[in-house]
């Protein structure tokens, strides 16, 4: 399986953007690139996901190098309530055995200021 | 939609106990997966299943069962509990492998003791 690199951790202050960095140097031409976050005490909820044009949703961007091997997630204005912990996942789409796993690294606990 | 429903939330086995931890989704996904989530750590992926009847091992699938009978529900069974087993135990389903999101449990904290 592909890997993703990761900061451990992270800071911000509200309403400023935060820039998440992932590298993912493995990648496969087949892989796509999910972001995932954890709030505390919760099961992890689906942010953004890309192949190899940058995308964007009302949650945040999703900014992917011309070469795929890295990426990065972009919170526009951070809210208290976007401290949680940030997984960068290839999603491996190859046939036999794949089936779609999301293999979930240690992720960038992400902690915003007031 | 209810999404994905895991039950029970909270429960404590003792050692050589055994339980199922129930997961039900309401959105037709034939994409179902079981993680665990030790403290401080990521999630494993334990088994996951492409549809009802099809079933295959994850990263650490040792000391649990699944069945795929249909396509809502796909149960993970502990066969006598250990205390290695005590973690946050997360179900997840997508509708596809690849391009949709994959939707998760809120998570059943178990503790072996």
Known sequence: DAKTTQPNSMESNEEEPVHLPCNHSTISGTDYIHWYRQLPSQGPEYVIHGLTSNVNNRMASLAIAEDRKSSTLILHRATLRDAAVYYCILRDVGGGTSYGKLTFGQGTILTVHP | ?113
């Open chain 2, 1 to 113: 939609n209810a999404g994905v429903t895991q039950t029970p939330k909270f429960r404590i086995l003792k050692i050589g106990q055994s339980m199922t931890l129930q997961c039900t989704q309401d959105m037709n996904h034939n994409y179902m997966y079981w993680y665990r989530q030790d403290p401080g750590m990521g999630l494993k992926l334990i088994y996951y299943s492409v549809g009802a009847g099809i079933t295959d091992k994850g990263e650490v699938p040792n000391g649990y069962n699944v069945s795929r009978s249909t396509t809502e529900d796909f149960p993970l069974r502990l066969e006598l509990a250990a205390p290695s087993q005590t973690s946050v135990y997360f179900c997840a389903s997508s509708y596809d492998r690849v391009s949709t999101e994959a939707f998760f449990g809120q998570g059943t904290r178990l503790t072996v003791v």
